[in-house]
């Protein structure tokens, strides 16, 4: 089970990187948490108060699928970055002529306090992470006893092709390593948490140019591997990667990894993580009537 930073992450680089603003979620983290709220319909525990982790990356959108599926909870959004808080405020923010502004629950611009939400919703954020076993803590923290944690991210057959690419010219990776899932459901456990459930799918993306393929990872993140090429680098690189991009299928491989996992009472003992199909996990959670681990 992993016990340390994720080795291949430079922490200042993540750090550089979650300072940065967020103009517009990307497509692809919208589409992963379209896809993820449909699992929402597997639980049928209803929060009466629930948190979006760092929502200007994981999905404006998603916010109001979910705000929409849960009228009657309240909500915190939850940027580890202030003023990517207040730009997103801004733009949740109704007019005051608006009728949603006075009959909505409006949302908390802050971090919840520990215990407060009974589910914490994180879309494609833990993989950006420098220190994702403080980030679960963090979650951990904020769940109420019986309360779920909902979250993608990407796993490591992520840019196999692009990978490939760089390798075959001798060149340092083009991000950095991502997690297992399997790897995450130790980590959950490690965390607190009980009964994780782990999905994974993969998602590939195809493009007319290299020009709109580099643009949409731009978008996606930044490469934090430590090993990354340490300088600027000229036009005959970038005319270089083009050249190798076009010989190839303009595509790109994205594997995504969703999780769920609960907060048991202290009193109760952990399980170890469980791997299930998408049918499997359907069954499962379709069979349960309450949500609550075994003792």
């Known amino acids: 089970m992993p016990t340390q930073r994720p080795p291949t ?12 603003s967020a103009p517009a979620s990307p497509w692809l983290h919208e589409e992963v948490a379209r896809r993820m709220e449909e699992r929402l319909e597997w639980i049928k525990l209803k929060p009466k108060s629930w948190a979006h982790w760092e929502p200007s990356r994981g999905g404006l959108q998603a916010h109001a699928l979910l705000a929409r599926r849960y009228p009657e909870a309240d909500c915190f959004v939850a940027e580890v970055n202030e003023a990517r808080m207040q730009s997103v405020a801004q733009q949740m923010r109704k007019p005051w002529w608006h009728k949603s502004r006075w009959v909505d629950r409006l949302p908390r611009f802050e971090l919840p306090p520990a215990g407060a939400v009974q589910m914490l919703w994180a879309n494609m954020a833990l993989h950006m992470a420098a220190d994702p ?4 803590a ?7 006893v019986d309360g779920f944690v909902m979250f993608s991210c ?12 760089y390798q075959g010219l001798g060149w340092p990776s083009p991000s950095h390593e991502f997690t297992d899932m399997h790897d995450w459901g130790d980590m959950l456990v490690a965390a607190g948490f009980a009964e994780p459930v782990m999905d994974m799918e993969r998602i590939t993306l195809t493009f007319d140019t290299p020009q709109r393929l580099l643009e949409e990872l731009r978008g996606l993140g930044r490469n934090l591997h430590t090993q990354r090429f340490p300088a600027l680098r000229g036009r005959l690189w970038r005319d270089q990667l083009h050249q190798s991009l076009q010989s190839a299928p303009l595509q790109v491989t994205f594997e995504v990894i969703y999780g769920h996992a609960f907060k048991p009472s202290p009193r109760l003992s952990m399980r170890p993580e469980m791997v299930l199909s998408l049918e499997e996990m359907r069954q499962t959670l379709n069979q349960r009537k309450t949500y609550r681990p075994n003792p």
């Open 9 to 20: 992450i430079d922490p200042s680089a993540a750090s550089r990187w979650h300072h940065l």
């Open 133 to 136: 076993q403080e980030v679960l």
């Open 138 to 144: 963090q979650w951990h923290r904020s769940l109420a």
């Open 154 to 165: 990407l796993g490591p057959d992520t840019l196999k092709e692009l990978r490939g690419i």
